[in-house]
Every structure is written in C-alpha cells, then in structure tokens.
C-alpha cells in the first residue's frame, strides 16, 4: 500500500477526476497554509483519461466552449485564477438565440451585463484549455504538494479503511486517504458508492 501520510504531515486528500472542478479544488487546498506557512494538505488527484496538455480530450465527448458566468467567475476570482482564464479565454458579451431553426441573421442577442461591475464579462473557454490553464498554475506551486495523476482510474472504494484503489496501466495501488472528494463528474462512479 501506498502510504501518503504521517501523522504529523499534512492531511491527505485525495480527487477522484481531474476535470475543472477536481483540479480547482486540488489548487485551493494545496494552497492552504497553517500560521507558520506550512501547507495544510498533501492533494493527490487520479483522473482515468490522458494529460490534457499532450493529449486533448476534446474529440471524445466535449465540443462547446464552457461558459463561465457570475458564479464561476466569483469562484475563479475567489481562487485566485481569473487573470490565467482572462488571458486564455475569450470575453463574452453577448449571447445570440436561434429559436426554431431561425437563421443566425434573425437571432436574438442578449447583452451580458458586465460582472460585478468590474468590467468583466462571461468568459468562455474549452475543457481543455481550462484544465490546461489550471495545470500550468499547479507548476508555480513551490511546495509541490499536488500530484495529478493521469490515466489513473479509481475503482474500488474501501472506506471503513479510508483506502482507495487506482489502477494505472494495468497496475493497481492503493492509496490512503484523510478526506476524499469526487470531482468525476455526470454519472459519478463516487456517488454511485
Ligand atoms: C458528454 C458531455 C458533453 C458536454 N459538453 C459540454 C460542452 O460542450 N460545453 C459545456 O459548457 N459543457 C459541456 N458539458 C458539461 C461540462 O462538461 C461540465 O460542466 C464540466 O466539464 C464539469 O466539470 P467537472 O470537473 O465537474 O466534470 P468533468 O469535466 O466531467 O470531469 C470529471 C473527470 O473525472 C474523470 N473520472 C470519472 N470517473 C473517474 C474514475 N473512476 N477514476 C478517475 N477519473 C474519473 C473523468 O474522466 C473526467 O475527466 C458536457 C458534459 C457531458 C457529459
């Protein structure tokens, strides 16, 4: 077994998916600090599909950009990523709607109100380009207390031992586990447990 923790190191949380949310949840955690600026968590995250930044994911499900509105840009904000996702996505100011097979020309626009009345607008971006994004900030971590570990996937949960079960070409490890967060997305495999 894969023993992550002493009991005098930071807790152990362990991210079952690396997509958006896993990874900006993976990013907040790891830069929690205690008052002596120790962090606060080792984060271990195990997503079953390829590294984004060598292999894109895009042609197997996901082909829209995802629309970041108030909400996620506050969280993106509050996470402290929103000059990363500017710079990388695109400005939304306008949404057109096609109803009933209306050609575009006879679309309906409607205006975004800037967010927050920062001037910012919704911003919209690609699944990948966001992970990317968000991947490429992990590097600037110089605790280096996150671990993404592609082409991992969980399947096997043991919580009365708070142990999981990754297996990665072929091989199967399992990992201990202070505090477990399924980030897996549409049809989870965690919640299904
Ligand atoms: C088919 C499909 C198409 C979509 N297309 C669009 C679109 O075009 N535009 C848009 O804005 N939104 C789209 N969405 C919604 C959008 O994908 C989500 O809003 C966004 O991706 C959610 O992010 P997430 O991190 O919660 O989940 P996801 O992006 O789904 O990420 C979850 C990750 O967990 C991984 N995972 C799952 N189970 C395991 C496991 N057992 N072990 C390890 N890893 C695991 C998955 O491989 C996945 O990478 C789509 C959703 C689906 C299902």
Redesign the pocket.
Known sequence: MTNMTKSSEPKNVVI????????VIAWTLARRKDLQGNPLYNVHV????PDPRTTR?ADE???????LSSRGIKTIREAGLLDSFVREGAACKQLLFCIGGDDVKNGLFWEFDPVFGTGDHYIAMS?DTMMCTVLEEMETISEKNIHVLFN????LFDFENANIH?ATNGVEKVYHYDLLIG????????CSR
Request: glycine share 12%; with cysteine; proline share 6%.
């Open positions: 079952i998916g690396a997509g958006p949310v896993g990874l195990f997503e079953r599909r994911h499900a996901y082909s829209f950009n995802i629309m699944r991992a996937s969980c399947n990754v980030a897996d997305g549409t049809f989870p495999f965690t």
